[in-house]
């Protein structure tokens, strides 16, 4: 007897992002450990199964004011020239709670594909009269693609920061009304 999943989307209609209750965020290894960093400030919408996001690349929040200002800096996100990251989603498949969204990703100015992966919530009913459904997604991307390529050896001449940078959102959206 074969089982056959049913696959479906992300919900129809129009969601916004509740802020207060999302993240988003990066980490990437560096040295002998983990580097993270997350936006306080950004946007996301899904509007009839389509996701689209924005982070503001000022808001920028890591555990240094210094490294805050050096992340601003054409090293690496240019803040500047480029003052947000965007995503926009091509197709997204769902099977139960497993969610794939092959979309695309801007950071300085450089388009790239990106394929996030992770957990999706049927819609609920909140305490306060709204419907909402969660999104948890991870992707990774290589950070020298986009021309954010500073690094600073170490002793052995090994770079200490990695290329590879995983991205992580934990979403909550609101049904528009």
Known sequence: MSTIEETQTLPT??????????????SVDYMAGTFRG?????????????LE???????????????????QTPDFFDAERNPQLRFVSNEVSRSGDRVTIDGEITIKGETRPIELTGTISDPIDDPFGNERFGLK???????????????????TGEPALANQVKLIGELQFVKAG
Request: glycine letters at 12%; proline letters at 6%.
């Open 38 to 50: 997350t936006f306080s400030k950004f946007d996301a919408k899904v509007v009839d199964g389509r």
């Open 13 to 26: 209609g129009t969601w916004g992002i509740d802020p207060v209750h999302s993240e988003i965020g990066f």
């Open 137 to 155: 997604v991870e992707g990774e991307l290589d950070r020298t693609q986009f021309g954010v390529s500073w690094n600073n050896p170490l002793p």
């Open 53 to 71: 996001g924005t982070a503001e690349v000022g808001s920028v929040q890591v555990k240094d004011p210094n490294l805050e200002a050096h992340l």
